[in-house]
Structure formats: C-alpha cells, structure tokens
C-alpha cells in the first residue's frame, strides 16, 4: 500500500488533501505530519478520527529526528505542504519563514533520499516568479524573482528540490499554484478574513488601490493538480496550477459584499503591504496537457460554497477569531480599522 507522509496535513490545503487522497484512493494510507502552528487545526481534520488509513503526527520538519522517525512508518512517498505562508507575518518575522520553508525542506530532502522514496513532491506557489505587469502569464520557464520574505523562502526551497534531483537524482516534482481559497483557510487570508469580517459587519481592510490582481483557484482543484503531479510528474519538473481567474482586489471585495448583502461603506482603504506584488497570472497549459488536468470549479459556485461553509461553521471560526488571533489582527491594521 503507497503510504504518503503529507507534511502539513493540519493546515488548510493540506487538510483538504488528506480528505480528498483518502476518499478517493482505498488503496493509499496517508500519515499526516504536522507541527500545529497558529495555522494548523486538528479541527480540519475532525471527521477522519479513527479513520484505518490515517496516522496523525505532531511534529515539526525542522525535527531532523523526528522526521526520520516518522519515515520509519513504511512511508513510500512525501508530499510536502508545511510551511509559513502568509506574506504579511514574513514582513513583520522573516525568522519563521526562512526555519521551516528552507531549512525545513532541506531536512525533509535529505530523509527522502535517505529512506528512498518513490516521489518527493514539493508544494510551492506562484509568488516564486515576481509580480506581472498587466500583461503575461508566468510559466514553468519564468525566472524566479521573489519580493518578499515568504516568496524568496520559497523560491530557496524551490531550488534545494531542484539541486537534490539534479545532485542525487531524487524523484521530486514541484507544484506552483496561484492563490486557493474554499472551507478551513484559515481567516488571515483575503476572503475568509473578508467573509468572516463581514459576517459580523466588521470593516474589510483592502491594501493601497485594491488594484492588485490575483488568481483564484479553488482548493480541491490544487489537490486534485498535487495528486495528478504526485502520480504522474516526472521527476525534475515543475507544474504550475491556476484558475484561470484573474480578479483585482477590490472588484473580489464589492463581490463578496455584495454575495453577502453588506454596504459598501464596510471598505477601509488601509496602507499597502510593503513591497506589494501587483499581478499574478498563471500559464497551466503544461499541466493540462502532460497531466491532463484542469480546474474544475467554477469560481461562482465555488465563492457561493465557500461562504455558505464559513456561515455554517461559525463555532470553527469563533475558535480561531480568538484573543491571541484579535492581537495580531490589531497589531496589523491598528487603529485604521
Ligand atoms: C489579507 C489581506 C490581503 N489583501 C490583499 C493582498 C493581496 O494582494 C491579496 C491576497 O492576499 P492574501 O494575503 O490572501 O494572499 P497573497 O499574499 O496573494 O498570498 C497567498 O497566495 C499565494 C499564492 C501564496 O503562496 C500564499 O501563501 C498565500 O498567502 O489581497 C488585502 O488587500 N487586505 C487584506 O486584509
């Protein structure tokens, strides 16, 4: 049976992928490794209690040790999603970013080579190549050019993978995906910070213009491109996923006010991010034809699912929105709110 080690697997697209792997695959077992960061929740993972192919581990991939041990599980395969991810906490802390995204995949990289996995994939995102003008797609071959301290630990993570395939000749691949949204991401991000804000008519800080564009994927679509590259990349390339969904900021913001039936007058225009990429657009055409993959959600209904799963799950967010959650939140926006 193909035992996956999912680093991560407590956090919000990997806890997405264990539940997809395991309801679609009986003949795969998954261990699922994961330090318990802010970010990771075991509540996300609540409804595979007692499940016969799932084995939960608290660890952190900087353990050196304790990777080792966890790969001693028969672990066949590594699919690595741990990581600090969010952009605004590496401008105030790069520390965390560079300890677990670099050194952490460096650990990892070396137990994979040591217990000789099958394939070693590697979760990676779009911000590695820059930002676009308002023109372009970013593919495969778009030099890396990262802006801040999140994207750049990825990108150096990026390119241990890729020095260890070269080197060693590990089975890696590597996915770089645009931005994900859907149920249990955890609500520092745009729009289940918007959603759950507004929910409660809170006001939504959009960052400097709003003019800033991204492309939004839905969550089940990445882990359904991470499984495609895990069964079927091959070693030593890069497959980027995206869903073909380009949107600035503040036309997504009206949107979901208006989803929502808020006023418009909840909109703080508060100071941009420092260094603040202006577009991400991906080309996913290598993934389409050599995995045969597309996204599959459309972004309206997947928008409506994902906010009708945060008015649902109002117990899972309160628990998040806590008192240390409300003291990073202030410290971030201060008084502009
Ligand atoms: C939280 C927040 C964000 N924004 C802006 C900043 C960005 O232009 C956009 C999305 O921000 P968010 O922090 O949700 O995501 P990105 O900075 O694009 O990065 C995300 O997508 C990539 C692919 C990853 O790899 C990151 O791990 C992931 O965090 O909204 C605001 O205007 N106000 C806010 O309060």
């Known amino acids: 049976m193909p ?8 956090g919000f697209i990997g806890s997405n992928f264990v539940r997809h792997l395991l309801a679609t695959d009986p003949t795969v077992a998954v261990v699922n490794f994961d330090a318990l960061t802010y970010a990771g929740n075991l509540a996300n993972l609540a409804d595979l ?19 080792r041990a966890a790969l001693q599980r028969g672990v066949t395969d590594i699919i690595h999603f741990a990581a600090e991810s969010h952009v605004d906490r590496s401008i105030q802390d790069s520390g965390p970013f560079v300890r677990t995204n670099v050194i952490g995949t460096q650990i990892l990289l070396d137990a994979a080579r040591e217990f000789k996995v099958n394939k070693y994939v590697q979760v990676s995102t779009d911000e590695v190549y820059g930002s676009l003008g308002a023109t372009g797609f970013f593919t495969e071959e778009t030099p890396l050019h990262p802006n801040s301290p999140y994207s750049a ?74 499984e495609a590259a895990w069964r079927n990349g091959r070693p030593g390339e890069v497959y980027n996923f995206g869903g073909r969904c380009e949107m600035p900021n503040l036309e997504l913001t009206k949107l979901l006010i208006r989803l929502l039936g808020k006023p418009e007058s909840l909109i703080r225009y508060v100071e941009d991010r420092l260094g603040h990429d202006r577009r991400y657009a991906i080309d996913c055409a290598k993934a389409e034809r050599e995995l045969g993959w597309a996204p599959q959600v459309s972004f309206d209904a997947g928008l409506a699912e994902t906010i009708a799963w945060y008015q649902t799950n109002a117990a899972w967010v309160a628990t998040i929105k806590n008192k240390d959650y409300m003291s990073y939140y202030e410290k971030q926006y201060g008084s502009k709110l």
């Open 49 to 67: 209690a007692g499940h016969p192919r799932y084995t939960f581990i608290k660890g952190d991939v900087t353990d050196r040790d304790h990777v």
């Open 153 to 226: 630990s990825k990108a150096g993570a990026d390119l241990l993978v890729q020095a260890y395939q070269h080197t060693f000749g590990l089975p890696a691949v590597i996915t770089r995906c645009s931005n994900n949204y859907g149920p249990y991401q955890f609500p520092e991000k745009l729009i289940p910070l918007f959603v759950t804000n507004l929910l409660n008519d809170i006001p939504v800080p959009v960052y400097g213009d709003g003019q800033q564009v991204r492309d939004w994927i839905h969550v089940l679509d990445h882990c359904r491109g991470v």
């Open 3 to 10: 035992t996956v080690l999912v680093t991560g697997g407590a």
